[in-house]
T-cell receptor, first 115, second 117 residues
Framework: DAGVIQSPRHEVTEMGQEVTLRCKPISGHDYLFWYRQTMMRGLELLIYFNNNVPIDDSGMPEDRFSAKMPNASFSTLKIQPSEPRDSAVYFC?????????????FGAGSRLTVL | AQKVTQAQTEISVVEKEDVTLDCVYETRDTTYYLFWYKQPPSGELVFLIRRNSFDEQNEISGRYSWNFQKSTSSFNFTITASQVVDSAVYFCALSEVYQGGSEKLVFGKGTKLTVNP
C-alpha cells in the first residue's frame, strides 16, 4: 500500500484565495482525520470521519474551513477565504479499528503558506 | 478534559548517551490509550507504540523502552545508546475510550531530540 497520500505537498497562496487540500486514505481504513500543526499550538485535530461521515468537527477553527469525504478513498479540506494565520502543516491520517485504540497512519503533510 | 504534557521542549545529547523523554497525562477515564509518535526532519509522523490503561508492563523494543506508571500518570520513553538517526521530534498522545464518545487523539507539544555525533 502506498500509505496516506496528500496533495499538494506545498502550497503558497495569497490572502483571500481559496485553498483545497486533498487526501487519499489507506484502502480499507474506516477513519480519516485532519490535523493541523503549528509551532504555537502543536498538533490539533480539526475534524474526523468514520465511514465517510463527519463525526466530530469541533476543532474546525471557523466557518472558513470545511471538509468533505465524498467516498472512502478521498477527502478534501477547504479554506475559503484563506488568511495568513492559516499557515501551517496540515496532516491527513487514516486508521482502522476499535474505538480509541486507533493507530493513525499519517500522510506526509501539506505545508500551507498564506501571504 | 484530556491533556498531555511534555515538559522538555528540546533535548540535546551526544551519540551513545541514553536519553529519557517525559510524558505526563491527565484524563478522567479509567480506559484510555497512550501513544508515542516520531516526527523526523522529513516531516511525516511515525507510530512507535500504543499502550492501554490496563497494561502497565514496561516494553522494550531494541534500543527503545517505555515506562508506564499509572500512579504518576506518566508514560516515559527512553532511548538507549542514542544515534544520530534518532534526531526527531517525539510526540506523546492520549486517546480516551467512552461510549458514544469522540475518537480524539490529543497530542503533547512534542520534544525535539538532537543527537550529535
Amino acid at each position: 500500500d502506498a500509505g496516506v497520500i496528500q496533495s499538494p505537498r506545498h502550497e503558497v497562496t495569497e490572502m483571500g484565495q481559496e485553498v483545497t487540500l486533498r487526501c487519499k486514505p489507506i484502502s480499507g481504513h474506516d477513519y480519516l482525520f485532519w490535523y493541523r500543526q503549528t509551532m504555537m499550538r502543536g498538533l490539533e485535530l480539526l475534524i474526523y470521519f468514520n465511514n465517510n461521515v463527519p463525526i466530530d468537527d469541533s476543532g474546525m477553527p471557523e466557518d472558513r474551513f470545511s471538509a468533505k469525504m465524498p467516498n472512502a478513498s478521498f477527502s478534501t479540506l477547504k479554506i475559503q477565504p484563506s488568511e495568513p494565520r492559516d499557515s501551517a502543516v496540515y496532516f491527513c491520517a487514516s486508521s482502522q479499528g476499535q474505538s480509541g485504540a486507533n493507530v493513525l497512519t499519517f500522510g506526509a503533510g501539506s505545508r500551507l503558506t498564506v501571504l | 478534559a484530556q491533556k498531555v504534557t511534555q515538559a522538555q521542549t528540546e533535548i540535546s545529547v551526544v551519540e551513545k548517551e541514553d536519553v529519557t523523554l517525559d510524558c505526563v497525562y491527565e484524563t478522567r477515564d479509567t480506559t484510555y490509550y497512550l501513544f508515542w509518535y516520531k516526527q523526523p526532519p522529513s516531516g511525516e509522523l511515525v507510530f512507535l507504540i500504543r499502550r492501554n490503561s490496563f497494561d502497565e508492563q514496561n516494553e522494550i523494543s531494541g534500543r527503545y523502552s517505555w515506562n508506564f506508571q499509572k500512579s504518576t500518570s506518566s508514560f516515559n520513553f527512553t532511548i538507549t545508546a542514542s544515534q544520530v538517526v534518532d534526531s526527531a521530534v517525539y510526540f506523546c498522545a492520549l486517546s480516551e475510550v467512552y461510549q458514544g464518545g469522540s475518537e480524539k487523539l490529543v497530542f503533547g507539544k512534542g520534544t525535539k531530540l538532537t543527537v550529535n555525533p
